[in-house]
């Protein structure tokens, strides 16, 4: 079947939607039996429950003739096999195709992009096995302990999301930290704690052109031979991950390079070199193996047309309900794992540089909204920061929890007839049916109105598969509200105009205006 691309205002389905505003309510399946049975199998031992959603079976059937009217599974079943979807950059979007093939080869320019994206991840598992078995070591004879991602972005908060999720899952066989921000103070407080002769920084950039990565590297390189280290040599204490066009491609200033393509995402990278690098360096590729193959399940359970069977279909066309039939214009990512602290950070990144656009895919002025405020802290400490607003606030915004039966750490206390484990579910189970259900109070003050949507991605514990599950479960929800949005997902011109202004300043040239003059004068640039 041929795919037709449509926005969203032209679609006959959306039109019948529209007239559900204001007639559902948070409730309809909030009962025992409606619980059970709003569960949906996400992959990698993950499930989406949606019971406490603004939702009736009606709606579901709504939503499902919307997503089979934007031919959302067709369009999904056409990225993967390499159609070129990021019409803004005349290319093809293959991250799933790190982690499984699932509609047949992907060949460009004679070469198997697969097998192409498996030949550089199993370079890494090669050079890891040599760092980790002190075969490769630094350059004055000491074995590596510690890894530096130098990198932002797409080349920063996937990767170290996933870091920090697995820290305390598999003790890592090398420290990782991460250096991002072109804030001087940012590598400063890295580099201080290290020990530079057993330190490998891994370089991340897939343009190789990034103004704040390159100006890390060479904070780094400068710093350590400002430290005078007899026998050191910089070059043999970084490797890069860049794509094959960028100009770091084929360094000799680095010990090896390892390479993703233009048709990966920056936001999306995580399963490519960008995040297997630091993975398998830190926890050894077996664990960066068992994320490939949690994402693979997600993937293959988002191709199934049913949106009742397709966890992924329905977390994206519910916010697409929310978003613009009941017009929320945020939602919240509320992890109860405290492993999972950069993961709503990372989320900003890869939905909000996604969906964050004004115009459709033929750039055209769009007249409905699209990409909402991305926003969240872990649970229990939300609850003690900004839940007051979506308790009471004006505003209604969907919150999207995530939850663990069990701790990632064997260790936990019974206090007061409950384990801290207990607790944390508790809460979070308080949280769901207190924004679902509310408290009625005669004082105003202290009345709930409930009637608050929210979602629950439910797992057994956060290992590096279920992890891998999650991370392609908001990709793939991301990459369908594109579709049905009709918007390109995978350019961000958005971010271009702040990188000229920032060059123009800088270069302190005539051609500066004065408003920029006038804000540079302040800062005393
Ligand atoms: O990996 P690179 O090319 O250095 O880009 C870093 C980040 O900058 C952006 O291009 C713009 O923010 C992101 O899309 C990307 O992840």
Redesign the pocket.
Known sequence: MSIQFHNLDTVKSYKTLLKRAGDIKVGSFLTAEGIQNSNIDAGGGLSYNYAAKAVDEQLISQLQDLADEQQVIEKYKALLSGTIINTGENRMVLHQLTRGELNGKVVYDGKDQRQFYISQLKRIQSFAHKVQKAEIKGSTGKPFDTVVQI?????DLGPRALYLALENMSTPLLKAHFISNVDPDDANAVLKNLNLETTLFIL???????QE?LANRNFVIEKSRQANISGFNPAAHMIAVTSETSPLAGSSDVLDSFYMDDFI???YSSTSAVGGAVLSLAFGYDVFEQILEGASEADALALNSNIKKNASLMDAMLGIFERNVLGYPSTAVLPYSQALSRFPAHLQ?MDM?SNGKSVSRDNIRLNYSTGPVIFGEPGTNGQHSFYQLLHQGTDIIPLQFIGFKKSQINSDLDYEGSTSQQKLKANLVAQVVAFARGSFSSNTNKNFEGGRPSSLILGEQLTAKSLGALLAHFENKVMFQGFVWNLNSFD?EG?QLGKVLAKQVLSGGDDMDVILKGFADLLEI
Request: proline fraction near 0%; glycine fraction near 30%.
């Open positions: 990198g932002i972005g797409g080349s991340v950039s897939k343009s190789g052109t990034t990565t995402g920056g936001r990144q540089e961000q971010v």
